[in-house]
């Protein structure tokens, strides 16, 4: 029960900003009474972070998946295109200003921190790239991810030619 309300929210803070929900605005998206709601969450604020945890498991657990797959193309298209299709608002927070609330700032620098650790054991042990140009790496699926569908969405996306200039930068020696 806690999980399916817990993925509504994050649907909701995926479309919106913090600012721009209130407990009463997702009480009724939730169909339920705004006690109730605190009886789960005891503030936004923790709501919030409860469901950016939530968020934050689903991204770790597709991210191990993800490094597993042997085909770097398809890997490379799988992390630009997760975030959006799944919703997933723990890879998009960074760029809507939760930075700006101290409780969430330090629960999100501690994950981007725990998710840098990810991409480092993956990503470098396989294919012993630099740390420098692991962050650079990382810097750009994540940027590709969060412009994913500014950029057309899948349909004018030409995945081959980005997937194979990442990886003639990055993994072509």
Not at 30 to 52: D, T
Not at 102 to 124: C, G, L, P, R
Request: proline residues 2%; glycine residues 2%; neutral net charge.
């Amino acid at each position: 029960m806690k999980s399916k309300i817990l993925q509504k929210i994050e649907n909701l803070f995926f479309e919106n900003a913090f600012a721009e929900l209130s407990m009463d605005e997702i009480a009724a998206n939730l169909w339920m009474k705004k006690a109730s709601l605190y009886y789960h969450f005891p503030s936004k604020e923790m709501m919030f972070i409860e469901v950016l945890n939530y968020s934050y498991e689903k991204y770790k657990i597709f991210l191990t998946k993800i490094f597993k797959e042997e085909d770097l193309s398809k890997m490379l298209k799988s992390m630009i295109t997760f975030p959006f299709e799944n919703k997933n608002l723990y890879s998009i927070v960074l760029q809507r200003w939760y930075c700006k609330i101290d409780s969430i700032k330090e629960f999100i620098s501690t994950k981007v921190s725990d998710n840098q650790k990810i991409f480092s054991t993956w990503i470098w042990d396989r294919y012993g790239i630099s740390h420098e140009t692991l962050l650079i790496f990382g810097c750009v699926i994540d940027d590709l991810s969060k412009k994913y569908c500014i950029l057309g969405c899948p349909s004018n996306i030409d995945f081959e030619n980005i997937t194979e200039e990442i990886i003639r930068l990055f993994f072509k020696k």
